[in-house]
């Protein structure tokens, strides 16, 4: 599923949100990836797409790399992914506390338990953050509804 930002009235409403440089954003750098097959033989790769077959809270890039790519809040609070080939995610990050409820056939809605919201970024539009106890977030953070809608083919070989 691809994730839509609702928040009427701010510069996110209706933003895709997109994967770049192991982060999320609106409005800001378009969705990064990488493909080392033949170009007919690569997915698109221009659109952010989640996995819908997590389980256990926990919530994955739709990728074709072996091993995958995890998403997580870093200690910082950044909505993170792992990097393809490695299963690193720094000390003290949350993977868990993801959850998609469907909202009519196609469309859903993702909940991070704390909240997400979206902060402002010198140049780079808006970037997605986890809501942790015990960390200041900008007061211009918005929150917003993360809109899903479903897709039907995996996003890029995998994002980076
Ligand atoms: C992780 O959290 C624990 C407990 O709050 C803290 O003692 C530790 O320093 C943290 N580690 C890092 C790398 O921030
Ligand atoms: C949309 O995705 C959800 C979750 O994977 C699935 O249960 C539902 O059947 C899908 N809707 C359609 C119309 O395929």
Redo the contacts with the bound molecule.
């Keep these: 599923f691809t994730v839509m930002a609702l928040r009427s009235g701010s510069p996110i409403h209706f933003a895709n949100l997109a994967a770049s440089g192991q982060k999320f954003y609106f409005n800001g750098p378009p969705t990064s990836s990488y493909c080392p097959l033949n170009p007919s033989e690569c997915p698109t790769g221009d659109e952010t797409v989640f996995s819908s077959d997590y389980s256990a809270t926990t919530l994955g890039l739709y990728v074709e790399v072996p091993g995958g790519q995890q998403v997580y809040i870093g200690?910082d609070g950044a909505m993170s992914f792992t990097q393809a080939h490695s299963a690193y995610i720094?000390?003290?990050s949350t993977q868990i506390g993801w959850s998609r409820v469907e909202d009519s056939p196609n469309y859903g809605t993702l909940s991070f338990e704390g909240g997400l919201v979206a902060c402002p970024v010198a140049g780079k539009g808006y970037q997605v953050f986890g809501l942790l106890p015990n960390i200041d977030y900008d007061p211009q953070c918005l929150g917003f509804t993360a809109a899903t809608l479903n897709a039907t083919e995996v996003g890029a070989w995998q994002y980076t």
Excluded: G, I
Aim: no cysteine; aromatic share 0%.
């Design positions: 200690p720094p000390e003290n």
